[in-house]
């Protein structure tokens, strides 16, 4: 008997495929970086940068053992480099001096977010891995976003859980498993997801007043909880009908 299945044969060298992308990603990450010295300027910076990139890269390896990734997986790879590039900056406070760079890498971050979908739809190459990609790089930016406006603003902990609430979800479908099944389609909850993205940005630049900042993230996180709320008694009623 063979060591290894044909299956796992081929595997192999797909993965190692994509782990071949992935490292070209991190060159382009090193190139990018090196044109943002006010933001990558100290040691901490990179490491943060890069252990973000290396988290992302790992997940990557283990749920798409099919290959070359594919043009809109390749946007999105783009996309991981530059949040884990916005991550990065949040070291030292790094961004707190170049408040204006941060915030425009992290407006690339989120353009991209409409390319990848694009040309998934364009080539037909839409997938749920790539669907889930996307969706928790959005995730975390939010969550960085969120951090950074903790940093500038001191508006206390409350708002990290406008980029937390999504961890919070998952957390309780642990303990619910009802709360994993499948949701409906929603242009609510793409409104809102929009929203706090816009919202966080505003209140992060230096424009923006104490006072206009704190409103506009509480306002994120009460769209937020407001979509969560409909979904959760959604599950939950479904639940008790089946």
């Known amino acids: 008997m063979p060591l290894f299945s044909n299956a796992s044969s081929y595997t192999l060298p797909k993965r190692l495929y994509g782990a071949a992308e992935l490292l070209l990603g991190s060159l382009l990450l090193i ?9 990558m300027a100290t040691p901490a ?22 290959g070359a990734l594919g043009w809109a997986n390749r946007v999105t790879l783009v996309r991981a480099i530059v949040v884990s590039l916005v991550a990065g900056a949040l070291a030292a406070n790094a961004f707190v001096g170049a408040i204006w760079q941060w915030l425009a890498i992290a ?13 998934a739809r364009r080539t037909k190459s839409h997938t749920r891995f790539g669907a889930r990609f996307d969706m928790e790089l ?35 479908s642990w303990q619910f498993p009802w709360l994993s099944k499948p949701l409906f389609a929603s242009f ?16 992060l630049t230096p424009l923006t007043s104490h006072l206009v900042a704190s409103l506009l993230a509480i306002s994120a996180l009460i769209s937020l909880l407001y979509s969560f709320g409909v979904d959760v008694w959604w599950l939950y009623r479904k639940t008790q009908r089946s």
């Open 31 to 39: 190139a990018v970086g090196k044109g943002l010295p006010l933001l």
């Open 45 to 66: 910076n990179w490491w943060v940068a890069f252990a973000f990139y290396t988290f992302i890269s790992a997940l990557v390896i283990i749920f798409w053992p099919h």
């Open 188 to 203: 609510r909850r793409k409104a809102v997801c929009v929203w706090q993205a816009v919202a966080l940005l505003l209140a």
């Open 138 to 172: 959005d995730a975390l930016l939010i969550l960085l976003l969120c951090a950074g406006l903790l940093r500038l603003e001191s508006l206390g902990f409350w708002v990290l859980l406008i980029g937390a609430m999504r961890y919070l979800f998952i957390a309780a």
């Open 107 to 119: 407006v690339i971050a989120l353009l991209l977010d409409g390319v990848d979908g694009w040309i």
